[in-house]
């Protein structure tokens, strides 16, 4: 594209609201993005400009998402651009196959989660700029071959390998977007139907509480495979930074172990934990390091057959730290050895894949692992022979013996923090009334704004102590919003917290200097957020 390497996103709703929102979600991309807000509008945009991916609205006036489609595809020029069709809408199988007809790619339903938005748009955007790349390539070669016909052979044989290697990630993409779906459609299922059932009068206490903790364990899943996503993304783009320390591996085992506990327990598996008498120490990032272990022992503990036993094994190896993780479970075919720790990859080992999971997991382990300069190695006689999973690091310098007692304390109850008036300001009414509840269930004064402007007119006249607020609303955001706050007399000392889906730490750098006390990023569990309450009015004196 002349004049700029950014790509174009044309985005396709006649609802304005909607079209904010969606630049808000791919602002990060670093893109252009382009609005239009009917179907005429984006074909005159089709036509003057190239497109690297489109989403449309199903539901529009005059011509619809479906007509739209249909008619870029009679177009020569647009019969490759991808198109993701965005609905809020509860589209029939027979509305779908309509759309896939109509020469859709995807589809994604209201409301849009913004990290898996965002990341399908981003792998449409970076075919299109491989698919450029490709016809550059193309181009050079067929003035080279005009030359010289051994070049010409060369080049083209390489350029087989490239269209290979595209085809390729081509399949990697739609096996594992098909995957992600099916994986989120898992815990949303339980989901719904748990919702279904606390809707009727006669459920009992204790089903009313199992249909609770249903939701309450299906949402802390679907959190976990969002943030093992973004932990992909950061580490693959650099983004993660160690905070190094001097660790000993006898603390990051035991915090994994609490981690990992319920899964453990509930297959009523027998962990046993072998630490040596002195202390094995490293140069490395303790958090990290027990999201290795804990991943380890997740994958432990689902492939190995209820009532099995994992073996944690902390020692020294000359000038390595070693922490192996044994199990008397299912085992690793040999073909697959070499590969378990490959992003996407997953061993089909139960028919009825029970366990799912993206295959990001040992990704994961590997990754951080090369991140301390270690390595990670996996060891099976075959299926039905158990796992090894052995991470080596590089030790510290040797420290004394260790002194008995448990490795972790358990953590002590959060202290109950006094009442104080809190406001709310979401444009998410769901979100905003749901967190007004569970405030007020705390015993605090509570006042809810669907948005920006609503919010800073209420903040005025209710006073609050604390402010709850969301960054991404249209019209005033929540930036602006604090801003606006902090300029008033009544504002200067009052706690702001940040609950946002946004959560990287360049956000979390953005907020403190926007003068926000605290960032809680979406969803936010309820001790977590009693936590960051009661830090914020103790800070208040």
């Known amino acids: 594209m002349p004049g700029t390497d950014k790509a174009n996103i044309l985005l396709v709703d006649d609802q304005p609201g ?9 602002g990060g991309l670093g893109e252009r993005l382009i609005s239009a807000r009917s179907a005429r509008e984006a074909l005159n945009h089709l036509l003057n400009i ?6 449309i609205d199903v539901c529009m006036p005059e011509l619809d998402g479906f007509e739209l489609a249909a008619m870029m595809r009679e177009h020569p020029r647009f019969q490759q651009t991808p198109i993701i069709f965005v609905s809020g809408v509860h589209l029939s199988d ?5 759309g896939y007809a109509c020469g859709a790619v995807d589809y994604v339903p209201v409301p849009v989660v913004p990290e898996i938005f965002r990341a399908k748009v981003s792998v449409f ?8 790349e490709l016809e550059r390539l193309n181009h050079e070669l067929e003035q080279r071959v005009a030359e010289r016909t051994a070049e010409w052979q060369a080049a083209a044989a390489h350029l087989r390998d490239r269209e290979e290697a595209l085809r390729e990630a081509d399949r990697s993409k739609d096996e594992f977007l098909a995957m992600l779906a099916h994986e989120i459609r898992n815990p949303l299922a339980p989901i719904r139907t748990a919702v279904q059932l606390l809707k009727v009068e006669t459920l009992s206490e204790a089903q009313r509480v199992k249909a609770r903790e249903v939701i309450e364990r299906q949402v802390e899943h679907l959190v976990r495979l969002i943030d093992d996503l973004l932990d992909v993304a950061r580490i693959t783009r650099g983004a993660i930074t160690l905070q190094r320390e001097r660790t000993d591996l006898a603390d990051v ?12 327990d509930a297959r009523r598996h027998d962990l046993v934990l072998e630490l040596p008498a002195q202390a094995v120490a490293v140069d490395g990032d303790a958090v990290r390091l027990s999201q290795v272990v804990a991943n380890l022992l997740n994958n432990a503990a689902k492939y190995t057959e209820s009532g099995g036993r994992i073996l944690v094994r902390v020692e020294r190896d000359g000038h390595e730290a070693v922490i192996r993780v044994r199990d008397n479970g299912m085992g690793i075919p040999a073909p697959l050895l070499h590969k378990v720790f490959d992003l996407f990859t997953q061993a089909d080992r139960t028919l009825d894949r029970q366990f799912g999971g993206l295959g990001i997991g040992l990704a994961l382990v590997r990754r951080l692992v090369d991140l301390h300069g270690g390595s990670v190695g996996a060891h099976s006689a075959g299926l039905g022979h158990g796992t090894e999973m052995v991470v080596r690091l590089p030790s510290a310098v040797e420290t004394g013996t260790r002194a008995p007692g448990p490795s972790a304390a358990p953590e002590a109850d959060t202290p109950a923090a006094r009442s104080c008036r809190i406001l709310i300001v979401d444009d998410n009414r769901d ?21 920006g402007q609503e919010g800073f007119e209420l903040a005025s006249a209710f006073a609050p102590d604390v402010l709850l607020l969301d960054l991404g609303m249209p019209g005033l955001n929540g930036f602006e919003m604090a801003e ?3 300029q008033q007399p009544w504002g200067k000392t009052l706690a702001l917290i940040a609950v946002t889906g946004w959560g990287q730490e360049k956000d979390r750098l953005r907020t403190r200097e926007a003068g926000f006390n605290a960032h809680l990023t979406k969803p936010v569990s309820g001790p977590e957020l009693l936590r960051t309450l009661g830090a914020a009015i103790a800070g208040m004196g």
């Open 18 to 26: 909607k079209l904010l929102s969606y630049e808000a979600m791919l």
């Open 50 to 55: 190239d497109v690297a991916v489109v989403l």
């Open 94 to 98: 027979l509305d779908r196959l309509k």
């Open 125 to 132: 955007v970076d075919l299109f700029r491989k698919t450029r």
């Open 253 to 264: 085992v035991a915090r994994a172990i609490e981690t990992s506990r319920p899964l453990i």
């Open 431 to 451: 979100a905003a009334d749901s967190l007004a509840l569970s405030v007020q269930l705390a015993g605090h004064t509570v006042c809810t704004a669907y948005g």
């Open 484 to 486: 606006r706050i902090r």
